[in-house]
T-cell receptor
């Protein structure tokens, strides 16, 4: 089944404790992206990647890092999480970017205490 | 730079009534436009998209949207609402001809009442 998977789905952590949210797709997509969703703000793009070893900032990249060493994986790294990074995070992928259809993962709900 | 404005964070309709969700965009170049739906506790799913060509775009689940350049709008409609349409709907825009950022609107929560 074609899908985007994220792990973990739920995470509660404390300020300053490094964490990684994994994202994997099995559709051989070149484009992958991370978003955060906050009430009243919609979804905002954090980082995106056009292909292996090619990443770029979205609208809200501060406090986040990404890497794209393999085509299928695009982990999101929070090296020193803060409470304002409490949010619902979505990973997504598409074949080559726009206007190709983007497929979303199920989301990761992160709480930083 | 591009932006999207969704008028009405909450819309309530009766089952069987017309659904109209509004989206206006701002883009310095011709845009690609998208509507996504998010059901409770799920990720987003593409409803429809406008790229080029026909300005009336048909999507899944009976939804359609019309790209109106003169009004910079891309409103989503469905002739007859169903209870299963209750969800949050997001309009999104990205510029054509390069640029890979996608900008979402703040979303409209659709409630369908009996």
């Amino acid at each position: 089944e074609a899908q985007v998977t994220q792990n973990p789905r739920y995470l509660i952590t404390v300020t300053g404790k490094k964490l990684t949210v994994t994202c994997s797709q099995n559709m051989n997509h070149e484009y992958m992206s991370w978003y955060r969703q906050d009430p009243g703000l919609g979804l905002r793009q954090i980082y995106y990647s056009m292909n292996v070893e090619v990443t770029d900032k979205g609208d809200v990249p501060e406090g986040y890092k990404v890497s794209r060493k393999e085509k299928r994986n695009f982990p999101l790294i929070l090296e020193s999480p803060s409470p304002n990074q409490t949010s619902l995070y979505f990973c997504a992928s598409s074949l080559r970017g726009w206007p190709d259809t983007q497929y979303f993962g199920p989301g990761t709900r992160l709480t930083v205490l | 730079a591009q932006s999207v404005t969704q008028l009405g964070s909450h819309v309530s309709v009766s089952e069987g009534a017309l659904v109209l969700l509004r989206c206006n965009y701002s883009s310095s170049v011709p845009p690609y436009l998208f509507w996504y739906v998010q059901y409770p506790n799920q990720g987003l799913q593409l409803l429809l998209k406008y790229t080029t060509g026909a300005t009336l775009v048909k999507g899944i689940n009976g939804f359609e949207a019309e790209f109106k350049k003169s009004e910079t709008s891309f409103h989503l409609t469905k002739p007859s609402a169903h209870m299963s349409d209750a969800a949050e709907y997001f309009c999104a825009v990205t510029p054509t001809g390069g640029g890979n950022k996608l900008t979402f609107g703040t979303g409209t929560q659709l409630k369908v009442e009996l």
